[in-house]
């Protein structure tokens, strides 16, 4: 027997590696001698670093860097052993690096993330995997360009201050300063949003709110990355602001489209190129996957659907493991998950199911391992 064990981490309490052993531990219970592979997975969001690690070999770096709101931090990157680079643009400029009290939507920078770039760039790195998510910016990227050495300056030539706010200000912008190494970069973004930089569906509209912005402040947001977009487009003659994937990461990702020309992908699917999913699925009798919760919007590029979206294409039944279902999770069967189950034995507490994750993983993969042994004729 073949089974192949692909979830994500659970947010706050395992990681994807730990999720992976856990099931692993549980299955082994029951099927002492399966072949279990285990595919630790992420949708390039936070965990992307470790799993790739995971996957490849290499080495975790890090490195001093400016966090969101200018404050120093040390970051964390993966150089993996092909010499290629891993940066989660959450380690540098994350909302969870602020408290709610904390955060500045409209001073936000992501130059940190561009300070991580330019570390990879100076190891050697000559292809690199972004993984987009979970930033506190909205600043479509200016931070990470200033970093990379592009000049935006106002009116009187002085360089503009951080955060999306400050672009309403942009006169003009200079790229002769950015950095020559990133014309032989191959710079592919895991991103798992689609909408462009500006308007209702734009990222100053849909994300800001979830970063602090007021009502006032999205209006505000928004027709300075507009400005941004347009001074671009006439800097470069291209315009980029309409694009797919143009508003992920509060705007990151147009920069990265219009200034550094990266490609983009959904994260999970990138995660599964890079780990060789689709190559472990093959031969496999059984693809166990999860994630903290299971609801609707797990069908939106997270990892458990983009799972069984592959698994279904190679003809491999899914289960998924969850702390919790959450409503429409009954939506993921339509995708390729054949049953979805809950770690929760009882009344937990969310403290009490984040400490006894691991050990509730195991007990619930056992219980499902006799189940399948039942439904294949045996006891």
Partial sequence: MKVVIAPDSFKESLSAPAVAAAIARGWARVYPDAELLLRPMADGGEGTVEVLLAAQGGERRTCRVSGPLGAALDAHWGLLADGSAVIEVAAACGLHLLEPAQRDVCRASSRGAGELLLAALDAGAR????????????????????????????????????????????????????????????????????????????????????????????????????????CASHSLGRDCQHEPGAGAAGGLGFALKAFLGASFCPGVQLVAQTAGLAEALVGADLVITGEGRLDGQTLHGKTPAGVAQLARAAGVPVLALAGSLGEGYQALYAVGIDAAFSLVPGPFSLHQAMTHAAAELEARTCDLARLWRLARGGR
Avoid: M, T, W, Y
Wanted: hydrophobic share 45%; charged share 15%.
């Fill in 127 to 230: 292809r690199i995997v972004l993984g987009l998510g979970g930033s506190a910016c909205n600043d479509a990227g200016a931070g990470l360009l200033q970093a990379l050495g592009v000049r935006l300056l106002d009116a009187a030539g002085q360089p503009l201050g951080p955060g999306g706010a400050a672009l309403a200000g942009l006169a003009s912008i200079d790229c002769s300063g950015l950095d020559s190494r990133l014309q032989q970069l191959e710079l592919r973004v895991a991103a798992d949003v689609d909408n462009p930089l500006c308007g209702p569906r734009g990222a100053s509209a849909v994300f800001g709110p979830q970063k602090g912005a007021s009502p006032f402040d999205v209006d505000l947001l928004d027709a300075a990355l507009a400005h941004f977009a347009a």
